[in-house]
């Protein structure tokens, strides 16, 4: 007769065997399949690592309401979606926007860029307001129907009601001329 505990044991070995029911790893980081952003469950889209010259920059994880590997569908999707960025070094405030702002440039017209300054304003004073982060820190940025909300380690930083900014920020990962195109790939699943 087989014991209760070896039962559960020889169950719990089954469940860890069945794919997409444990995270995924990325750069040693672990990466939740799922997780929960206000009333949505998400589901993890694609996880990569961002680098520059050699240099590990963070893991970034793509969140949305229904798997594409199309940019375009992942820019227009009306559900929410959240892009987490794992910091794999220590990194000031400046940086980590002045990146993001260059992203901002490379995927967006001028005349768009214009449009939104008041937004990508709003969005800089935010991003300075976190100041240093360290390696280990994680910003979570949710993009949403009513715009973006930042988040550092687990803490609302911030939101800019703006949707067209909203889809102009998500650029910086999924547009032409993305921040890392190999991030990019594993953020569309490939």
């Known amino acids: 007769m087989i014991s209760h505990s070896v039962r559960v044991a020889t169950l719990a070995a089954a469940l860890l065997a069945i794919p997409g029911l444990h995270a995924a790893e990325v750069a040693g980081v672990t990466i939740d399949e799922k997780i929960k952003v206000g009333n ?6 694609g996880a990569g690592l961002r680098s520059k010259v050699f240099i ?6 793509l969140y949305v309401t229904q798997k594409s590997g199309s940019p375009a569908g992942l820019l227009d999707a009306p559900g929410a979606r959240r892009m987490s960025l794992r910091l794999l070094r220590d990194i000031d405030s400046d940086t980590l926007y002045g990146a993001l702002r260059d ?4 995927n967006n017209s001028e005349t768009d860029l214009v449009a939104l300054k008041s937004a990508i304003d709003q969005f800089a004073e935010i991003m300075k307001k976190i100041g240093n982060a360290r390696s280990g820190d994680t910003v979570a940025i ?3 129907a009513e715009g973006v909300a930042v988040s550092f ?3 609302v930083r911030g939101k800019v009601a703006n949707v067209p900014f909203a889809r102009a920020l998500l650029k910086v990962w999924l547009g032409d001329h993305p921040v890392d195109a190999s991030l990019k790939k594993a953020l ?3």
């Open 188 to 190: 569309l699943g490939s």
């Open 103 to 106: 992203g901002l440039k490379d």
């Open 153 to 155: 380690n687990g803490e």
């Open 142 to 144: 949710d993009f949403t």
């Open 40 to 45: 949505s469950e998400l589901v993890l889209n």
């Open 56 to 61: 590990k920059v963070y893991v970034g994880a």
